[in-house]
Antibody
């Protein structure tokens, strides 16, 4: 049974960098792409970007200038960094496994990140 | 970018009745190479991550009850709950994965009448 466990800071000030990590447990890491997706409070879902085990990435153009997704394959982990955050980046952030790359069958528990001065 | 538009925003259905959610994409999501529509449906309950229900427009995910079904092609899709149960109260999202960036509909909230 594959499980995704997320961790990282939940409260940031404007202009700081968001940093989250997602660990993949109990299944293959190298056979899939792994995405970050966010959801502002009471709103819909926004795909941030994804990565595979070799570090090949694809980002949403709306966030590309501020986003870095990286991978630690030996540890089965992926990380998200989002720079220069503002209140508009306040959201629940999820990591997720992409089957056929882009439909998401397993999700982390979500991390609420609040940006406030 | 492909824009996904869902309707209605919310609906209230009696227990045991049919619920129908519509999803329209701004561009066809039908792959001519394999004749498959790159369209998925998710269910999200409060405080939980989304759960994949259907992919390739009508393929039910393992373990999903058969009262959930997907239909449609190209730009117009439907999620149908044939007989609404109390545990189906949730927000439902469609998602296209035809082209990056993948995108989601705005969601449809399903409640009990």
């Amino acid at each position: 049974q594959v499980q995704l466990q997320q961790w990282g800071a939940g409260l940031l000030k404007p202009s700081e960098t968001l940093s989250l990590t997602c660990g993949v447990y109990g299944g293959s890491f190298s056979d899939y792409y792994w995405s970050w997706i966010r959801q502002p409070p009471g709103k819909g879902l926004e795909w941030i970007g994804d990565i595979n085990h070799s570090g090949s990435t694809n980002y949403n153009p709306s966030l590309k200038s501020r986003v870095t997704i990286s991978v630690d394959t030996p540890e089965n982990q992926l990380s998200l960094r989002l720079s220069s955050v503002t209140a508009a980046d306040t959201a629940v952030y999820y990591c997720s496994r992409g089957r056929s790359r882009y439909h998401f069958d397993i999700w982390g528990q979500g991390t609420m990140v609040t940006v406030s001065s | 970018d492909i824009v996904m538009t869902q309707s209605p925003d919310s609906l209230a259905v009696s227990l045991g009745e049919r619920a129908t959610i519509n999803c329209k994409s701004s561009h066809s999501v039908l792959y001519s190479s394999n004749n498959k529509n790159s369209l998925a449906w998710y269910q999200q309950k409060p405080g939980q991550p989304p759960k994949l229900l259907i992919y390739w427009a009508f393929t039910r995910e393992s373990g999903v009850p058969d009262r959930f079904s997907g239909s449609g092609s190209a730009t117009d899709f439907t999620l149908t709950i044939s007989s609404l149960q109390a545990e189906d109260v949730a927000v439902y999202y469609c998602q296209q994965y035809y082209s990056a960036p993948v995108s989601f509909g705005g969601g449809t909230k399903v409640e009990i009448k």
